[in-house]
């Protein structure tokens, strides 16, 4: 087994981290199947990961020309309570994640600008100590959906 220098905080080898990391899906993961399911169950029929759309966004209702993308806290740099830099290798997490959150704001607006609509729903406001009612996020999601906004974000209940 091969050791590269880490921090003494992190409990796992480099290979055991790598293997790790290796099983975060980046679709269908729990949130998004949350969501999907129930906005399907109160009647919205959709598209997923559409190849052909900037972003492959999780959700496309071509009806609606709109899009929802179900972000993670952790990987798109959310101010939530669910995310925290990592304590190792500090410099690489920062630019990591802090290019994730660039990307993420250049396609939204490209998607803007194409006429598409967006919707981000984020992790926190489905799990973790602040999470709001699931019914409430859906609620929030088929109002959005059937309105003219061209831009929403779903989040937590967290006091700021």
Do not use: Y
Not at 7 to 35: A, F, G, H
Not at 109 to 137: A, M, N, Y
Request: charged share 35%; net charge positive.
């Amino acid at each position: 087994m091969h050791f590269r220098c880490r921090d003494m905080s992190d409990i796992m080898s480099s290979d055991e981290r790598s293997r790790s990391m290796s099983q975060i899906n980046s679709k269908n993961t729990r949130p998004e199947l949350v969501i999907r399911s129930g906005l399907h169950r109160v009647g919205f029929r959709f598209r997923l990961h559409d190849p052909k759309l900037l972003g492959r966004p999780d959700i496309v209702f071509p009806r609606f020309r709109a899009l929802i993308f179900i972000n993670g806290c952790f990987w798109h740099k959310h101010g939530c309570h669910m995310f925290k830099f990592p304590k190792t290798r500090e410099d690489f997490w920062r630019k990591k994640l802090s290019d994730n959150a660039d990307r993420d704001q250049r396609i939204i607006t490209e998607l803007l600008s194409t006429g598409w609509r967006v919707l981000i729903i984020w992790e926190c406001s489905i799990k973790g100590k602040f999470k709001q009612p699931l019914d409430r996020v859906l609620e929030k999601s088929s109002d959005w959906l059937k309105s003219d906004s061209r831009f929403a974000e779903i989040s937590c209940q967290e006091e700021r």
